[in-house]
């Protein structure tokens, strides 16, 4: 699994990193393994909510969001970007 | 009565007189505030014959129980008048300060009448309302207007004041509100209204208490909720509204290039993350708001310098920047401080130049009718240049300020294909084949094509709101209860803009509709519950429906432009689908009891009280 980091969270982890998967996961366990690798994530790996997640952090795979129970494989690309509401 | 003064203030500038109007509480029950008793007012007080840059047009600022009140994003009013831009239900709502100040005053709402026979200016105070001489600002941008304004009245005060192209009645034109923080009413062309009254600016400064039915018990659940609603809002208020546009453009809501593309790398250039790490120098919030998702930006150097003011958000960089293509993050704030002081709507501008660059491309416009200006996309110097072109009404750009509709029709040719609106007016930043209920919705919104009328593609994404029916965020493309969905979230929108409290008070579920009822009636000391409550909001949504009814609004115009409807995006990842209107039009009406052309029914008016309309 390729994971690739923008804006500040780029700043937290690193640009781009790969996570070798034998099994799918949650993406909230995704989450908890980057909180592992990266301190900086502690706070996202113990949300409960996705609206609670959304409005610090978003988790896209092919053009779509992640929710925390969705889970995510070995072949999978996710960008972890800022989230954005409008004006 | 409680939460209220009970007062609305009614000028006539013809006759320069000024009455006090006492408001009915059963009215008050009823309507609520802001979008509500505005509403209604303006219902039974024009006519379809109404001019909308005539005197007999209407312009108000109607507050709710809410504002001047200790409730986090409340410091806000409604705006409304028959618009200069669709011809239909003209209304903003606006934050800032001027709400807190002005209800300070005494008064609850205000509707303005006649015309000046010159232009003046209202000074409002504690001691009622005075009419003073504007000529000696009349023709100065709104910056330098409120700066004069002030210091005539109060520097404490704030100036709900248009620039040049109001007093011009370009159909674009805002009313910036300038206090500590520049906000501005910008849809629907209300500052084309102010300017046709001759009315350079509205000035409010008060200090009187506002009644609270259990002011302790609201001070106890507001001092309870602030930690998490300042949790909740953290992200949001550090990058600002702008913070994840690489996020918007990954997920395909992001507009590029005049909704003709689907994918654009510039998009990282302009992002409120770019804007944090480069000319940010502060963050600005409207009074009693925790969240702050104002900006601060200061430009030393380079063509655009120096600027101090105000920073673009997100629907400002998406029209301006995105929808034209222009990646410099400098420009982009340039055009966008350009707008508040000539006082034009930023998601407007951006949507006409991005029509007018389509049209430079297949070569409805030349470089004749550009004065020389290579309007090609991307040019950060030429949207610059055309965004002065619009707010002095030079050459083309008094033509672009009567919206792309009408330059689409004056240009002829094909360009009506590519002049992107709804009932006449430019969407927002948010593209429709993202989020199907943004397309119900713009399609159905009383002022055109407007996200915040439902403001629910977050609840497509991960917001969610049991109490109100929404168990849990929709998917964006499900056509089945889509409806249903977007009629409630609209019906929301519209009690919230009645109350009146900010969309971002949702960000994070910071604060739930449970949470605004419980406020209510601690304020009111009614004893309303949510069904009721959302009841006034359903209320206000087919109100405003039956104002445009009276028009001629019908299926016919709820419909999204071609493009919308027709145009498949492509690009890497893109998830991308095309609206059914017709399908969840039918399914929206129905839901709604409306007829299948879309005229709410008698007895839908009935259930709602509203049988006199």
Redesign the interface.
């Known amino acids: 699994m390729v994971i690739k980091f ?3 969270f780029e700043k937290l982890a690193e640009r781009e990193v790969k996570i070798e998967l034998k099994e799918p996961i949650s993406t909230q366990e995704m989450l908890q393994m980057l909180a592992s690798r990266y301190p900086g994530f502690a706070r996202y790996s113990v949300t409960k ?10 988790l ?1 795979r ?4 992640l ?1 925390l129970a969705d889970k995510v494989e070995d072949k999978d690309c996710i ?1 972890i ?7 | 009565m409680f939460g209220y003064h009970g007062k609305l203030l009614r000028v006539d500038l013809t006759q320069q007189r000024a009455e006090v109007e006492d408001l009915d509480p059963k009215l008050l029950e009823k309507y609520v505030g802001g979008a509500g008793i505005g509403g209604k007012i303006l219902y039974e007080e024009t006519t379809p014959s109404t001019d909308p840059l005539g005197p007999e047009n209407l312009l108000m600022a109607v507050t709710g129980p809410y504002t001047g009140t200790a409730v986090p994003s409340s410091s806000r009013h409604h705006m409304m008048a028959r618009s200069p831009l669709t011809g239909f239900l003209g209304e903003s709502n606006v934050g800032g300060s001027w709400a807190v100040h002005f209800k300070k005053t005494g008064f609850d709402g205000i509707v303005i009448t006649g015309k000046s026979d010159h232009p003046v200016y209202l000074w409002i105070h504690d001691g009622g309302v005075e009419f003073r001489d504007a000529r000696t600002i009349w023709g100065k941008d709104s910056y330098e207007s409120a700066a004069i304004l002030k210091s005539e009245t109060s520097e404490k005060a704030t100036a709900a004041v248009i620039g040049p192209a109001g007093e011009r009645l370009a159909r674009v034109a805002s009313i910036p509100h300038i206090g500590n923080i520049v906000r501005a009413a910008a849809r629907t062309g209300l500052g084309a209204v102010m300017g046709s009254k001759n009315l350079k600016a509205m000035v409010a400064y008060g200090t009187k208490d506002l009644p609270l039915a259990e002011p302790d018990a609201l001070q106890k659940a507001l001092r309870a909720i602030l930690p998490h609603v300042r949790k ?5 208020g550090k ?1 600002g ?8 453009e ?3 809501n992001f507009p590029i290039k005049n909704w003709r593309e689907g994918r654009w790398a510039g998009a ?1 250039k302009i ?3 770019a804007m944090h790490d480069t000319i940010l120098t502060g963050r600005k919030a409207c009074m009693h708001c925790p969240i702050a998702c104002g900006r601060h930006i200061k430009v030393t150097e380079g063509p655009y310098a120096p600027m101090d003011c105000e920073g673009p ?4 960089i ?1 029209t301006l920047g995105g929808l034209c293509l222009v990646d410099d993050l400098v420009a982009v704030a340039k055009a966008n401080e350009l707008c508040n002081r000539y006082g034009m709507d930023t998601i407007s501008v951006g949507g006409i130049i991005a029509f007018a660059m389509e049209a430079y491309e297949k070569g409805v416009l030349t470089k004749k009718d550009t004065d020389g200006i290579e309007l090609g996309w991307g040019s950060g110097k030429a949207l610059v240049e055309m965004v002065h072109k619009m707010g002095k009404g030079e050459g083309i750009g008094s033509l672009m300020t009567e919206g792309s509709k009408r330059m689409a029709e004056c240009l002829g040719r094909n360009a009506i294909e590519f002049a992107i609106h709804v009932k006449g007016l430019e969407p ?3 593209d429709p084949r993202r989020f199907f209920s943004q397309a119900l919705s713009y399609g159905t919104a009383a002022r055109g094509a407007c ?1 915040n009328a439902s403001w629910s ?2 609840y497509e ?4 709101m049991p109490e109100i029916g929404i168990p849990e ?1 929709q998917d964006p493309y499900r056509i089945e209860g889509k409806a249903e969905f977007t009629a409630k979230l609209q019906d929301l929108m519209c009690v919230m803009d009645a109350l009146i409290i900010c ?2 008070s949702q ?4 604060v739930t509709v449970t949470n605004q009822v419980d406020w209510l009636n601690m304020i009111t000391g009614w004893e309303i519950d949510i069904p009721e409550y959302m009841k006034v909001g359903e209320r206000i949504f087919n109100l405003k429906r039956m104002y445009n009814t009276r028009l001629g609004v019908s299926r016919k115009d709820d419909f999204l432009p071609y493009r919308f409807m027709t145009l498949d995006r492509t690009g890497e ?3 991308n689908q095309l609206p059914p209107m017709g399908r969840l039009l039918s399914d929206y009406y129905s839901y709604r009891k409306w007829s299948e052309d879309g005229i709410p029914t008698p007895e839908k008016l009935k259930e709602l009280g509203l049988d006199e309309f």
């Open positions: 923008f804006g500040p909510h996705d609206a609670e997640l959304s409005a610090h952090v978003m896209i092919n053009g779509a969001p929710k960008n970007l800022l989230p954005v509401v409008g004006g | 909740a809002t953290e992200t949001f990058y509204t702008s913070g994840g546009i690489d996020n918007y990954k997920i395909g990282s992002s409120g993350v958000e997100y629907e400002s998406g927002s930043a948010h996200h593609h977050p994404l991960s917001l969610y965020a969309r971002f960000v994070g579920k910071a990842d893109l998830t």
